[in-house]
């Protein structure tokens, strides 16, 4: 309180001021990094507790692990001892050549090899085949057994990559690597690997070579006898002949004989075509002898000179007349007229009939003598096709029988060449199955294609413990600092502006510094303008300013309401207002101890009991504040006492006599005596302490005051870090300050231009 009161002599300028959280507030990183910071003993008991049990861990149970390599060559090109050339053999792509014998190394037959020769050596790596945590694990969740037979064993080491075998890149070389933590015993195993793969690859050669021979002297011996066979065939066709070169013979009969008869029958043919286009000529087109004309000249002079005819064209011909002369002498319906028309065109009808009878009569003569003439025609060209047809048939039987002796040479001299082809091919076959066998016997005698390169070496030397060693250090800060984060949000506290804001919502009035955040020869500074913000920004308050009575009171206790009390109302009297601070908790009074008042001073109680107010004011002669202190007594009255309709009224008449009074109460969560007040006052003032005052604390007081219609103003935030505080740059402002100030102190001789003092100094030496 000394120290506040000694730099209370300046008043800074009302300014406004922002009620949200500084303009530095942190995000959410750094909101997470402040809590971890907050919680740094959690870090690092984490940390030692998994690192202390990591690390002896690690460094006692894992081994460094060796890596034995050793390989077999295998090579791609052999020289032909006969030619010297260049030879891949069986090897079309080197490359899955490569594969394939990498995939031989760990065949049953190949690992049974190594079992047994690894038997009697006594090896551990056959007797704990599943010392590994790690395979243990894998064997736990896959649901797996470890067998402890040797070849299972290794089957297991294969299929876990403990044992690999790879082809050399681009080398031709196959690599067979053991990781292991005995070294010994992985060269052990590595060599007997290249052992029996070595014996298996020549046990396999040899007999592929075996097989081979067998089975080319076998067909070798198929081939001799069916070239026999096909000797004797061809001997057999060409007996009947006596050759067996049949083409000349064949060539004869196609060119003559047969030759000859068939051009004779294409003449027969052609012969028969022409009578046939006759025969046909005369069943649909028959022919007339006697040329159309005359026949129509013939018919009309039969007609003509039929007497018959002639004499009906008379008697036709008068009654024409008879006609004529009757119509221009009798009427049109006379009945003599129409019987000579009657009569007349009876006869002409007769005519008619006649002339047509003896026309068809001259066609039928007509018609029968033609016949007659076409029949004979038609006989003669039927007897020369009968001829024809007999001929040519005469000509087919000949042709058949040439044909078919034709037809039987062609076959045979087929059947020869067909065999003469076979032959052929068989013999080729023949020589090449011979010259293979010549071959594998050269071949027998030419180096091995796959030979050891080198026997078992180490490599390399894993040792996993420094990495395992870092991740258990990462690990242990890791777990630490989540723990810490996680403790951090689940702590209710408030430790800065941005969580009153954000939990609970509440205006933040200002902050006070916390004494550890500030140098001890700038903390009076600081708590001094930490005050005059909080003062200016009562001050600025919906522009009403400072309210008349104002209530400090807090959630719990010892949470900073008191030493609040005091500064604000310090700070205000040294702005030149009339301020009396009144000590209303009566439960535990402070107010006159932390201002060294006289004791046995009961001020208070002596105005709530009815006394002279004025005589129990103390006021302090270096502020101008005028304090009405409570002691201890009576706490067990102090609800009745503060709840008579007296209290008020005494508040009231002595407020009057001041600009403002700032009454100091107990906690709103312990008594009801801070509610009392409350009512009494114009506004009440929270206070909270950065790093104990709790969200559900504040907001319930905030509730039970907003039950009872009482105006809060917000919250002081009390013992916040630099960085949170209202006024944190004002503390830099006066640091850089004092140190520029001792900096000149200590340059003071090195000025260029000296003082006036400097030179009175200099004038007086």
Known sequence: MDELEKHHDNIIEQKIVDFAPPDNVEGNSGEMLAGILRRWYIVLLIFF?????????????????????????????????????????????????????????????????????????????????????????????????????PASILRQAISDGTIQVAPGGKTQMLNITMSSTNADEAKKIVNSFIDSYMAYSGSASSQSEDQNLNLLESERTRLEARIKQHRDRKRDLGQEYGSTNLGERYDVKLTNRVAMLLAEKTKAEVRRIALDAKVALFKNMP????????????????????????????????????????????????????????????????LEKKRQQLGDDFDKTIAQANANTENKEKQKIETELAEVLAYEQKLNEVLDKEDTQTINIGKKQLDIEELNYQLGLDQQYYDTVCRRLKELEMERKRPARVTVG????????????????????????????????????????LYNPNDVTKRIGIRIIGTTTSPNAVRK??????????????????????????????????????????????????????????????????????????LNLPKGIRGLQDLLFGK????????????????????????????????????????????????????????????????IWAKMADAVLLTSFAGQTTTGDLMETRQKLAQIN?????????NVPLAHSYYRYGYSYYAQDGRRKSRATRAGRKLLLPTESTREDKEKS
């Open 521 to 594: 020869a700038l903390l009076p500074k600081q708590v001094t303008e930490d005050y005059q913000t909080i003062r200016a920004n009562l001050g600025l308050l919906n522009g009403k300013g400072i309210p008349a009575k104002l209530v400090v009171t807090s959630p719990g206790m010892r949470e900073g309401k008191t030493t609040l009390a005091i500064n604000l109302a310090t700070s205000i009297a040294k702005s030149g207002k009339k301020v009396l601070l009144i000590d209303g908790d009566l439960r535990k009074p402070d107010i006159a101890r932390l």
């Open 454 to 493: 080198y026997r078992a070496q180490f490599v390399e030397i894993r040792d996993k413990r420094t990495k395992y060693s870092a991740a258990i250090v990462i690990l242990g800060l890791a777990a630490g600092m989540m723990l810490a984060f996680l403790r951090d949000k689940a702590d209710q506290k």
């Open 49 to 149: 507790v998994i690192v202390g049990a990591g690390l002896p861990a690690i460094w006692l149970l894992i081994k460094p692990v060796y890596v034995v390599n050793g390989t077999i060559e295998v090579a791609p090109i052999l020289r032909n001892p006969l030619t010297g050339e260049a030879d891949t053999g069986e090897i079309s792509n080197y490359q899955s050549f490569m594969l394939t014998q990498a995939s031989l190394v760990t065949i049953d037959s190949v690992l049974q090899r190594v079992a047994d020769d690894l038997a009697g050596a006594n090896l551990d790596f056959f007797k704990k085949p599943a010392t590994d945590w790690v395979t243990k694990l894998k064997q736990r969740i896959d649901h797996t057994t470890t067998s402890t037979e």
């Open 287 to 350: 022919k007339q002898t006697i040329p159309p004309q005359d026949v129509l000249r013939m018919k009309n002079e039969y007609i003509n000179n039929d007497t018959t005819l002639k004499q009906l064209t008379q008697q036709v011909m008068q009654l024409e007349q008879d006609l004529m002369i009757a119509k221009q002498t009798l009427g049109p319906k006379n009945p003599l007229l129409q019987q000579k028309q009657s009569i007349l065109e009876s006869f002409q009808g007769q």
């Open 710 to 718: 009482v105006n809060v103003l917000g919250t002081v935030l009390t």
């Open 612 to 675: 002279n107010g004025q005589l129990a004011i103390h006021n302090i002669p270096s502020t101008g504040l005028d304090v009405l202190a409570a002691d201890s007594r009576n706490r067990s009255d102090a609800y009745e006492l503060l709840a008579l309709p007296a209290t008020a009224q005494r508040i009231d008449a002595i407020s009057r006599n001041y600009d403002h009074i700032i009454i100091d109460t107990p906690p709103v969560l312990a008594f009801p005596d801070a509610l």
